[in-house]
């Protein structure tokens, strides 16, 4: 809370220390600083800090006769929406003229964002909090923006009827059942928390939901009814001195230990975690408030008060310069890019807090407004330097802002753009088979797959050879994918006779099945995209019957290396269960990113699993990409192939079928699992 204007309201310096706490756990997190796993949950103190003083605003206020509904609103809205509207006009601006990697999704971002549903915005898209493959958007941390601002509007309304419910007489509000009240929903709120998480699973619906993360706000707003700002006085006893010290300093050690230890999905998290920590910034927030506390001013100083007061500004745009300005596959903090990627952050918060967050806490709209209505309009449009200045300013920011929201120039990167799309045209030469799937059939087709039954003693597909078999047993195949497999049909990365069609109808795959879409998983779908294994199931249960080719496991080894379960190999084993006795081929993964979920440590771990499980399964081949995919063949991000590399992919998965199971000639048998190029 910046220094009030108004002499009736008590400066809490201590406060603005834990929004700087906050915010910049906040920051760190985002930034990949592995010492601070648990910076994310300086959301969560934000939320506990932001209920105790909205609240204690609204109750002080309406115990002076002075509180209106529309004054509050009005104040949010003018503290809240113009700070946020310039990081957006400027985003979009910025992606307007220069386009760097956004996807489509920024116009809707930016106006869910601007009318504070965001949230639920990006629940029903799917966007994962937790095991995002793309680049993230640059305006996804505007969801907790959206819950506060939802609080702002339902809360007050709900705390004067709650108020009116506990009255007793004289007109005077109890307010220690008051805050029990309130600790009563807080409680409804953690619950229903808990029953919608399911361990194992993307927790984002729990993450974002107003309804489940309600409960920090409400902890706070509960201590602003038993702990209201203006009823704290000095002197007070030492001992009590003291155990307000205590309080706080012990709040602040838990506080870091969380901050330290805790990692995005921990199922303690939501499972009381969150509960917890509210509870303890309330105790923190109370230690802080009191006017006898020693830790305030020390957690007050100076520094921390200038980053708290901007606080608010650096949440608004840390996460936009972390994202534009970090290459595709980078994890990690960099010695150069990241120091400044937090000094322009910084820079832009004191820019927007001196040329427009300050005037208009200080009244700049209103005395814009008189000056509008009285006798001397005319002096507004005075050419004096600082208006030439803000004019230039606004409409270098105006004019592509309002072309890229008009969809003018706002576009992904040409490299991997349409990699999360589902395939479900119909590839040329082909016939529209099921939804979510192309069939191609080049050829009269056949569903007669020369392939033997599987056996304990033998492999289904160990027919001898005299050199590399050419030709596939499999005549009809089923390929399930993500978006690695994408570029290997249509006519955006490669010429009809490279693509995998004709490449599977080149070896002898002449019926083919495709189930593409990207970011999914085996286990997980997201946004559009639906499971692997329910993919698989659909094929199953209409009675299929001939060859598989599973290129997945990307987005697998980004869930588990998040803590989503199960780990991998159940999740290649619920493929394997679906496939039964059929000859299936996995393709195996290689990226060159270093670190993160979709690193080379995760990728290789999957690898591993896939050879583990093949010893298990006669039926099972691998196809070794990892070994013959060559750096050149990467896009940016490390992962997705350019379109030599998806040209080579085709020609490789379909010569890789043709010798993992080949059609039968003369010769020596092949054995082992894995094939090689």
């Known amino acids: 809370m910046p220094e009030p204007l108004k002499a009736d309201r008590r400066y809490m310096p201590g406060l603005d220390g834990l929004r700087a706490v906050a915010v910049l756990g906040v920051v760190a997190y985002h930034l990949g600083i592995g010492a601070l796993p648990g910076g994310f949950l300086g959301v969560s103190v934000f939320f506990t800090l932001s209920g105790y003083l909205i609240s204690d605003l609204i109750l002080g206020r309406t115990a002076a006769g002075e509180f209106t509904l529309r004054s ?229 100083c100076r520094p921390m008060r200038w980053v708290g007061a901007r606080s608010y500004g650096i949440y608004l745009w840390h996460f936009p310069v972390i994202i534009l300005s970090t290459p595709d596959g980078s994890v990690g903090p960099h010695p150069v890019r990241t120091p400044l990627q937090i000094l322009v952050s910084f820079c832009l918060a004191a820019l927007s807090w001196r040329f427009v967050e300050d005037p208009i806490r200080r009244g700049a709209i209103g005395r814009l407004r008189e000056q509008w209505l009285g006798p001397h309009r005319a002096r507004l449009f005075d050419p004096s330097p600082g208006r030439v200045v803000a004019v230039c300013v606004a409409s270098l920011l105006l004019i592509p802002a309002v072309a890229g929201a008009a969809g003018v120039g706002v576009r992904g990167d040409s490299e991997t753009a349409g990699l999360e799309l589902e395939i479900t045209e119909t590839v040329d030469g082909g016939q529209q088979g099921e939804p979510g799937t192309t069939d191609v059939t080049p050829g009269k087709p056949t569903t007669t797959v020369l392939v033997t039954t599987p056996s304990d003693s033998t492999r289904p597909t160990d027919p001898v050879v005299s050199e590399r078999s050419t030709t596939t047993a499999c005549t009809e195949i089923v390929h399930i994918g993500d978006s690695t497999s994408t570029g290997l049909i249509g006519k955006k990365y490669l010429r009809t006779a490279d693509a995998i069609p004709a490449q599977y109808t080149r070896v002898g795959a002449v019926l083919q099945h495709y189930e593409i879409a990207g970011g999914r998983s085996i286990n997980e779908g997201y946004r559009k995209a639906r499971p692997a294994k329910r993919s698989a199931e659909t094929w199953q249960k209409k009675g299929f019957s001939g060859c598989w080719v599973l290129a997945l496991g990307t987005m697998d080894s980004a869930a588990v290396g998040k803590g989503i379960k199960p780990g991998i190999r159940a999740r290649i084993k619920m493929m394997m269960d679906i496939v039964g006795d059929d000859p299936v081929m996995w393709v195996n993964l290689k990226g060159r990113r270093s670190g993160g979920p979709w690193g080379a440590q995760s990728l290789a771990a999957w690898n591993s699993a896939l050879a583990e499980t093949c010893a298990e399964h006669p039926n099972m081949r691998i196809y070794d990409w990892a070994d013959d995919v060559k750096p050149s063949w990467y896009i940016s991000d490390g992962i997705h192939q350019n379109s030599e590399g998806y040209k080579y992919r085709a020609r490789f998965i379909a010569d890789a079928l043709a010798q993992a199971f080949p059609a039968a000639t003369p010769g020596t048998p092949i054995h082992g699992c894995v094939i090689r190029i």
């Not at 116009?107 to 949230?119: D, F, H, L, Q, V």
């Not at 809360?155 to 009255?167: E, Q, S, T």
């Not at 709040?251 to 805790?262: D, E």
Request: glycine share 6%; proline share 5%.
């Open 72 to 300: 509050f609103w009005m104040a949010r809205a003018r503290r809240l929406l113009p700070a946020m509207l310039l990081m957006l006009v400027a985003l979009m601006a910025w992606v307007t003229v220069l386009g760097p990697r956004q996807n489509s999704d920024l116009r809707a971002a930016a106006g869910t964002s601007s009318i504070y549903i965001n949230n639920w915005w990006q629940v029903f898209r799917k966007i994962s909090y937790f095991a995002q493959f793309d680049t993230p958007g640059a305006l996804n941390h505007l969801w907790s923006l959206a819950i506060e601002e939802q609080f702002y509007i339902v809360w007050p309304l709900l705390l004067l009827v709650l108020a009116r419910f506990v009255r007793e007489s004289h007109q005077r509000v109890t307010r220690p059942r008051l805050g029990l009240c309130i600790l009563g929903l807080a409680t409804l709120s953690t619950v229903l928390m808990a029953v919608l998480f399911h361990p194992g699973s993307d927790p984002t619906r729990v993450y974002y939901g107003t309804d489940t993360r309600a409960s920090e706000l409400l902890v706070g707003a509960a201590l602003a009814a038993v702990w209201p700002s203006e009823h704290l006085r000095l002197p007070v006893r030492a001992g009590a001195r003291n155990m307000i010290d205590a309080a706080g300093a012990i709040g602040l050690l838990v506080i870091a230990i969380m901050f330290l230890t805790l990692g995005d999905t921990a199922s303690f998290l939501y499972r009381g975690g969150f509960a917890l920590l509210s509870l303890t910034t309330a105790v923190v927030v109370a230690s802080l408030a009191h006017p006898a506390s020693r830790i305030g001013p020390l957690l007050g």
